[in-house]
Protein backbone atom coordinates (compact mmCIF):
# COMPACT_ATOMS: atom_id res chain seq x y z
CA UNK A 1 0.00 0.00 0.00
CA UNK A 2 1.16 3.29 -0.88
CA UNK A 3 1.55 5.99 1.48
CA UNK A 4 0.32 9.14 0.47
CA UNK A 5 2.59 12.66 1.95
CA UNK A 6 0.67 13.90 4.81
CA UNK A 7 0.49 17.58 3.42
CA UNK A 8 -0.67 15.88 0.22
CA UNK A 9 -3.83 14.51 2.51
CA UNK A 10 -4.20 17.38 4.81
CA UNK A 11 -4.44 19.45 1.14
CA UNK A 12 -6.87 17.11 0.16
CA UNK A 13 -9.23 16.86 3.23
CA UNK A 14 -8.59 20.82 3.89
CA UNK A 15 -9.77 21.33 -0.54
CA UNK A 16 -13.10 19.41 0.31
CA UNK A 17 -13.90 21.15 4.02
CA UNK A 18 -12.93 25.24 2.26
CA UNK A 19 -15.62 26.57 0.36
CA UNK A 20 -15.47 27.23 -3.24
CA UNK A 21 -15.23 30.48 -4.90
CA UNK A 22 -15.65 31.79 -8.65
CA UNK A 23 -13.59 34.74 -9.60
CA UNK A 24 -14.51 37.00 -12.30
CA UNK A 25 -12.38 39.32 -14.19
CA UNK A 26 -11.59 42.56 -12.90
CA UNK A 27 -10.47 45.84 -14.50
CA UNK A 28 -8.19 48.26 -12.81
CA UNK A 29 -7.85 51.48 -13.58
CA UNK A 30 -4.84 53.68 -12.29
CA UNK A 31 -4.75 57.58 -11.88
CA UNK A 32 -2.96 60.73 -10.45
CA UNK A 33 -5.18 63.06 -8.32
CA UNK A 34 -4.25 66.09 -6.62
CA UNK A 35 -2.26 65.59 -3.25
CA UNK A 36 -3.51 66.75 -0.24
CA UNK A 37 -2.96 70.63 0.10
CA UNK A 38 0.27 72.20 1.17
CA UNK A 39 1.25 71.50 5.21
CA UNK A 40 3.11 75.24 6.72
CA UNK A 41 5.55 72.57 8.17
CA UNK A 42 7.31 71.49 4.60
CA UNK A 43 8.35 74.12 1.82
CA UNK A 44 8.19 71.54 -1.14
CA UNK A 45 5.14 70.70 -3.03
CA UNK A 46 3.78 67.58 -2.71
CA UNK A 47 3.94 64.96 -5.41
CA UNK A 48 -0.14 63.63 -6.96
CA UNK A 49 -1.24 60.77 -5.49
CA UNK A 50 -1.73 57.62 -7.20
CA UNK A 51 -5.19 55.98 -6.80
CA UNK A 52 -5.86 52.61 -8.55
CA UNK A 53 -10.06 51.91 -8.84
CA UNK A 54 -10.63 47.75 -9.43
CA UNK A 55 -14.12 46.81 -10.81
CA UNK A 56 -15.45 43.95 -12.35
CA UNK A 57 -16.12 43.24 -15.66
CA UNK A 58 -19.34 42.16 -17.01
CA UNK A 59 -19.01 40.25 -20.80
CA UNK A 60 -21.39 41.90 -22.94
CA UNK A 61 -23.68 38.96 -23.57
CA UNK A 62 -24.32 38.71 -19.82
CA UNK A 63 -25.06 42.49 -19.06
CA UNK A 64 -27.66 42.06 -22.29
CA UNK A 65 -29.60 39.12 -20.53
CA UNK A 66 -29.62 40.64 -17.13
CA UNK A 67 -30.81 44.24 -18.95
CA UNK A 68 -33.49 41.91 -20.62
CA UNK A 69 -34.92 39.97 -17.18
CA UNK A 70 -34.42 43.07 -15.06
CA UNK A 71 -38.19 43.50 -14.78
CA UNK A 72 -39.94 39.98 -15.95
CA UNK A 73 -38.59 36.24 -16.07
CA UNK A 74 -38.30 34.02 -19.07
CA UNK A 75 -40.67 32.35 -20.12
CA UNK A 76 -40.33 29.10 -19.11
CA UNK A 77 -39.66 30.46 -15.50
CA UNK A 78 -42.65 32.81 -15.63
CA UNK A 79 -45.52 30.49 -16.33
CA UNK A 80 -44.93 28.68 -12.78
CA UNK A 81 -48.10 28.78 -9.99
CA UNK A 82 -45.33 31.42 -8.02
CA UNK A 83 -45.54 33.64 -11.62
CA UNK A 84 -49.17 32.92 -11.98
CA UNK A 85 -49.97 34.58 -8.65
CA UNK A 86 -47.72 37.29 -8.64
CA UNK A 87 -48.64 38.63 -12.05
CA UNK A 88 -52.61 38.42 -10.76
CA UNK A 89 -51.46 40.57 -7.78
CA UNK A 90 -49.13 42.64 -10.21
CA UNK A 91 -45.93 42.00 -8.27
CA UNK A 92 -42.86 41.95 -10.62
CA UNK A 93 -40.87 38.74 -9.95
CA UNK A 94 -37.96 38.86 -12.34
CA UNK A 95 -34.14 37.92 -12.86
CA UNK A 96 -32.81 35.61 -15.59
CA UNK A 97 -33.82 32.99 -12.75
CA UNK A 98 -37.31 34.38 -12.09
CA UNK A 99 -36.60 34.54 -8.47
CA UNK A 100 -36.74 38.12 -7.14
CA UNK A 101 -39.44 40.35 -6.32
CA UNK A 102 -38.47 44.13 -8.58
CA UNK A 103 -41.84 45.57 -7.41
CA UNK A 104 -45.61 46.62 -8.73
CA UNK A 105 -46.44 46.18 -12.01
CA UNK A 106 -48.51 44.03 -13.97
CA UNK A 107 -46.84 41.75 -16.78
CA UNK A 108 -47.58 44.39 -19.79
CA UNK A 109 -46.19 46.74 -17.51
CA UNK A 110 -42.72 44.83 -17.12
CA UNK A 111 -42.58 43.86 -20.50
CA UNK A 112 -42.72 47.48 -21.86
CA UNK A 113 -40.21 48.43 -18.64
CA UNK A 114 -37.79 45.37 -20.21
CA UNK A 115 -37.75 47.07 -23.70
CA UNK A 116 -36.47 50.43 -22.21
CA UNK A 117 -33.79 48.67 -20.53
CA UNK A 118 -32.62 47.18 -23.45
CA UNK A 119 -32.91 50.10 -25.38
CA UNK A 120 -30.83 52.36 -23.29
CA UNK A 121 -27.98 49.30 -22.78
CA UNK A 122 -28.35 49.09 -26.58
CA UNK A 123 -27.57 53.27 -26.88
CA UNK A 124 -24.58 52.98 -24.29
CA UNK A 125 -23.18 50.07 -26.10
CA UNK A 126 -23.41 51.56 -28.97
CA UNK A 127 -21.87 55.24 -27.28
CA UNK A 128 -18.56 52.96 -26.09
CA UNK A 129 -18.10 51.59 -29.86
CA UNK A 130 -17.11 54.76 -31.39
CA UNK A 131 -15.42 57.97 -30.83
CA UNK A 132 -17.74 60.89 -29.80
CA UNK A 133 -16.29 63.20 -32.63
CA UNK A 134 -16.53 62.23 -35.91
CA UNK A 135 -14.42 61.50 -38.54
CA UNK A 136 -14.35 63.99 -41.34
CA UNK A 137 -12.96 64.00 -45.06
CA UNK A 138 -12.81 65.76 -48.06
CA UNK A 139 -14.55 63.74 -50.04
CA UNK A 140 -13.63 61.14 -52.68
CA UNK A 141 -13.59 61.38 -56.57
CA UNK A 142 -16.66 59.51 -58.01
CA UNK A 143 -15.76 55.94 -59.94
CA UNK A 144 -17.99 56.96 -62.61
CA UNK A 145 -15.95 59.55 -64.40
CA UNK A 146 -13.72 57.18 -67.01
CA UNK A 147 -14.66 54.34 -69.11
CA UNK A 148 -15.13 51.08 -68.29
CA UNK A 149 -12.91 49.94 -71.28
CA UNK A 150 -10.03 52.29 -70.48
CA UNK A 151 -9.11 53.16 -74.61
CA UNK A 152 -9.23 56.36 -74.17
CA UNK A 153 -7.73 59.22 -71.23
CA UNK A 154 -10.48 61.05 -70.05
CA UNK A 155 -10.29 64.41 -70.01
CA UNK A 156 -10.83 66.67 -67.28
CA UNK A 157 -12.56 70.05 -67.56
CA UNK A 158 -10.40 72.41 -65.50
CA UNK A 159 -12.28 74.88 -63.21
CA UNK A 160 -12.07 78.59 -64.65
CA UNK A 161 -10.33 80.65 -62.22
CA UNK A 162 -12.86 82.92 -60.27
CA UNK A 163 -12.02 85.99 -58.50
CA UNK A 164 -13.16 84.34 -55.02
CA UNK A 165 -11.04 81.84 -52.88
CA UNK A 166 -12.76 78.74 -52.37
CA UNK A 167 -14.75 78.33 -49.18
CA UNK A 168 -12.83 75.40 -47.14
CA UNK A 169 -15.29 73.11 -44.81
CA UNK A 170 -15.08 72.86 -41.08
CA UNK A 171 -13.06 69.68 -41.36
Do not use: K
Not at 33 to 54: M, N, Q, R
Not at 94 to 103: C, F, I, Q, S
Not at 136 to 154: E, I, K, M, W
Amino acid sequence: MARLPLSLVLLALGGLAAPTAWANPVVCTTSLEAPAPLSPSTDTAPAPVEVTHCGPVERTDQLVVNRFYTWTAPYARGVDLLHQVTDLLGIAVAGPEGNRVMGLGFPDQTIVWDGSALQNTYQVLLEEQSSPIPWRTVDLSSGFSGSLAGDQPVQRLAPEPSSVPPVRGLW
